[in-house]
């Protein structure tokens, strides 16, 4: 049976490339960025109607929940949430200061992780 994705940070990277995997296997994808100009350049070549582009800045509440929601207002289902879309701390772990390190668990894993991982659950 065929699945519905839920991608962020699909414009680029290893978010587009499971995006066109999923597509390519006759699933569907809600491919979500911040720059849709950019997810839509990205995945040209797989366009069509299983795949759903909504812009999504996954640090805000408010757009987490309303591309949720307009997921599966399209689809009916989230059936796997990739919470790809992230950044890395370039330096000498050393080197970077203690914020650098705490702001990107911040960001990353304990805040819009965690908060867009229950709003997709929820959905599921
Ligand atoms: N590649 C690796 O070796 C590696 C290793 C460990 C972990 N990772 C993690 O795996 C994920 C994908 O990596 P990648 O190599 O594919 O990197 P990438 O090409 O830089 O992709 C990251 C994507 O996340 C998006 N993004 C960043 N902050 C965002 C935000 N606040 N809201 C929405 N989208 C946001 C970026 O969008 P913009 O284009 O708008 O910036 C970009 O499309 C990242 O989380 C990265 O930290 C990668």
Redesign the pocket.
């Known amino acids: 049976m065929s699945k519905t994705w839920f991608i962020?940070?699909?414009?680029?990277?290893?978010?587009?490339?499971i995006a066109k995997a999923a597509l390519n296997a006759g699933d569907r994808v809600v491919a979500?960025?911040?720059?849709l100009d950019?997810?839509r350049n990205a995945l040209r070549d797989v366009t069509g109607e299983n795949l759903a582009f909504v812009q999504?800045?996954?640090?805000g509440e408010s757009q987490t929940k309303a591309a949720v929601e307009r997921a599966v207002d399209q689809f009916g289902r989230i059936d796997v949430a990739v919470n790809?879309?992230?950044?890395?701390v370039m330096g000498n772990f050393e080197e970077l200061p203690n914020n650098r390190h705490r702001t990107a668990i911040r960001?990353?894993l304990l805040g819009?992780g965690l908060r867009y991982a229950r709003r997709a659950a929820g959905h599921a």
């Open positions: 962020t940070g699909a414009g680029s990277g290893i978010g587009a490339g979500t960025a911040r720059n950019k997810a999504l800045d996954v640090t790809n879309a992230g950044y890395a960001d990353q819009r």
